[in-house]
């Protein structure tokens, strides 16, 4: 079975500052894809960034950044020069590429407030 | 030019009535989810349908029937509502294979009173 830990629930981050969001899972599984979502206060889903346990680089996409760490098993987000609308909610998750039916294991979630 | 649409968004109903939430993508996607996101905003997966046929049922009691009449579509009925079955329930689709992201529907809003 899988498993997502997101350990800080809520955080506060300065308006044009980085900000690091936690992620550890366990997984006994070789290969897997690590995901990493917003979920603005509007409720929608929003898909930000991908990782693939044998990318040898980590991901970036524009202002988010993975830092994959195998060894550690965590897969932390990086949002660089914060703004006023990365506020959400951010769930890491995980999917076991053997396994039926494309399952997504979830975070629990850490709540996201930037100020200004 | 929506990709995975919902209806209703909202949904208020009394215990022990049966109620549907309809689903429909339009990326050519051959996969399609179920998530229920409770009061703590905990995701889980319901179901999971590739090209129509069930492929996860993860423990949801009997009551919750998907249905895929076609690999675009894949509807939740609900039977006999509960006041535990108050969530938000996401439609998601993807291709079947690779690290490919999910794509999540706007969300269902069930109350159950």
């Known amino acids: 079975a899988q498993k997502i830990t997101q350990t800080q629930p809520g955080m506060f981050v300065q308006e044009k500052e980085a900000v690091t969001l936690d992620c550890t899972y366990d997984?006994?599984?070789?290969?897997?894809?690590l995901f990493w979502y917003k979920q603005p206060s509007s409720g929608e889903m929003i898909f930000l960034i991908y990782q693939g346990s044998y990318d040898q680089q980590n991901a970036t996409e524009g202002r988010y950044s993975l830092n994959f760490q195998k060894a550690r098993k965590s897969a932390n987000l990086v949002i660089s020069a914060s703004q006023l609308g990365d506020s959400a909610m951010y769930f890491c998750?995980?999917?076991?590429?053997?396994?039926?039916?494309?399952?997504?294991?979830f975070g629990g979630g850490t709540r996201v407030l930037v100020k200004p | 030019d929506t990709a995975v649409s919902q209806t209703p968004k909202y949904l208020v109903t009394q215990m022990g009535n049966d109620k549907s939430i309809k689903c429909e993508q339009n990326?050519?996607?051959?996969?399609m989810y179920w998530y229920k996101q409770d009061s703590k905003k905990f995701l889980k997966i319901m179901f999971s349908y590739n090209n129509k046929e069930l492929i996860i049922n993860e423990t949801v009691p009997n009551r919750f029937s998907p249905k895929s009449p076609d690999k675009a579509h894949l509807n939740l009925h609900i039977n006999s509502l509960e006041l535990g079955d108050s969530a938000v329930y996401f439609c998601?689709?993807?291709?079947?294979?690779?690290?490919?992201?999910?794509?999540f529907g706007p969300g269902t809003r069930l109350t159950v009173l």
């Open positions: 997984t006994s599984d070789p290969s897997y894809g």
């Open positions: 998750a995980m999917r076991p590429f053997k396994a039926a039916g494309n399952k997504l294991t």
């Open positions: 990326l050519g996607h051959d996969t």
């Open positions: 998601a689709s993807s291709f079947p294979t690779g690290g490919v992201e999910q794509f």
